[in-house]
Structure formats: structure tokens, C-alpha cells
């Protein structure tokens, strides 16, 4: 069970465009999802924290009119990225977290999705 | 100076070897410590949790270990095989006030098992 999905896996899209990333958990319901991203052999960088039907809450230094975030149902989650350029290119995280009384606060991982910006 | 330093950066082993990885976190207040396995372009996938009270935790061939006083904690893999090459993320789990609880990443020990 608490299985995240993300969808697409890889994505190559040109400068100046927007790309909307997906993130469902499949087997319960997300009361939280986060969104992280992830350079070559670096750790996970925490972007944005969304609760279902309310606004994300975005960390220091990521802007939230670049990277839009909703969160419109309990089972998914949808970052876009807004006029991409090449330094966005990067590999895109999403978990997801449910209050059950045995996985409290665990965050689930989704596979990733690769983006590249030409 | 990351809150989580993993150590090492990278490490080469044989099939059949066994190996340990290191994690030293500073941290507080803590809640608990993950080990996460990440394959190359795919997700993490948690291996051990512990919490303050747990010393050591098994997963199959993944043995984890901690010292919540010297905040140290080692994730050992016995007979390893090459299915073991990966990154493996130390994810120590503090609490907040504001937020409740956070995760703080490690930057990952690179396990390659070599034929």
C-alpha cells in the first residue's frame, strides 16, 4: 500500500514553455503532499508543502509564481512550471503523507520526474 | 554545513562484500531517522526507520544502527548484491513549531557493487 505515482517520468520541453507535472497517490488519501527537487548527486531540496484545498506553502528562495502548485483533490497534486528556462532542468519529487494512526507524518515517494528545458 | 553529513560520498564494493554507511546529523529536536534507498532516476524507497528509543532496526540484509546521544547512525548491508548499487539518504525527521515536523536529507553515499 501508500503507493505515489507521478506522471510524466521524463518530459524535454523548449525554453519559455510551461510543463505540469502530476503527483497521485493511489491507494489512499493525501492530506499533504511536497514537492522537491533534486540536482545530480545532491540531496533533496523540500520546495512547497500543499494540503489539500488550500494554498501551498512555498520554502525561502522558491517562487511561487514559477513553480504553481494545486492540490485540488485528497489523491492529486500538480506542479507546473511556469516559462521554463534550461536552469530549471532538474528531477522533480513528489511524496505524500496521510494522518493514519500507523503512518503518521511518513511521507510516501513518488518515482521522479526528469525534466529537461532546451 | 549540511545539518545531515553522510559518509562516504561514494563507495565500491564487491558482489558478496559487506559495506556500512555513516550518518552524522546535528539536528534537534529529533523525532526519527530514515534510511531511503534511491535508485538512479527513480524515488526514494525507506528501508529503516528508528525512533529515539531504537538502537538498531533490520530490513532483510539492511542493518541500521543509532546513537541518539553522539547523533550518529550506520546502515549496514550484508552480502551485497549488485541490485545494491544506489544512493542511500540518511533522512532524520525534526520537530517544529510551526510546521510540526520537517525532513532534513542527507546528500546520499553512492553504493557501487562491482561484479
Known amino acids: 500500500g501508500a503507493v505515489v505515482s507521478q506522471h510524466p517520468s521524463r518530459v524535454i520541453c523548449k525554453s519559455g514553455t510551461s510543463v505540469k507535472i502530476e503527483c497521485r497517490s493511489l491507494?489512499?488519501?493525501?492530506?499533504?503532499m511536497f514537492w522537491y527537487r533534486q540536482f545530480p548527486k545532491k540531496s533533496l531540496m523540500l520546495m512547497a508543502t500543499?494540503?489539500?484545498?488550500?494554498?501551498?506553502?512555498?520554502e525561502q528562495g522558491v517562487e511561487k509564481d514559477k513553480f504553481l502548485i494545486n492540490h485540488a483533490s485528497l489523491t492529486l497534486s500538480t506542479l507546473t512550471v511556469t516559462s521554463a528556462h534550461p536552469e530549471d532542468s532538474s528531477f522533480y519529487i513528489c511524496s505524500a503523507s496521510f494522518a493514519g494512526e500507523r503512518y503518521v507524518n511518513e511521507q510516501f515517494f513518488g518515482p521522479g520526474t526528469r525534466l529537461t528545458v532546451l | 554545513k549540511n545539518q545531515v553529513e553522510q559518509s562516504p560520498q561514494s563507495l565500491i564494493i564487491l558482489e558478496g562484500k559487506n559495506c556500512t554507511l555513516q550518518c552524522n546529523y546535528t539536528v534537534s529536536p529529533f523525532s526519527n531517522l530514515r534510511w531511503y534507498k534511491q535508485d538512479t532516476g527513480r524515488g526514494p524507497v525507506s528501508l529503516t526507520i528508528m525512533t529515539f528509543s531504537e538502537n538498531t532496526k533490520s530490513n532483510g540484509r539492511y542493518t541500521a544502527t543509532l546513537d541518539a546521544d553522539t547523533k550518529q547512525s550506520s546502515l549496514h548491508i550484508t552480502a551485497s548484491q549488485l541490485s545494491d548499487s544506489a544512493s542511500y539518504i540518511c533522512v532524520v525527521r525534526i520537530l517544529e513549531e510551526t510546521s510540526g515536523s520537517r525532513l532534513t536529507f542527507g546528500e546520499g553515499t553512492q553504493l557501487t557493487v562491482n561484479p
Open positions: 500543499s494540503n489539500e484545498g488550500s494554498k501551498a506553502t512555498y
Open positions: 491507494d489512499f488519501q493525501a492530506t499533504t
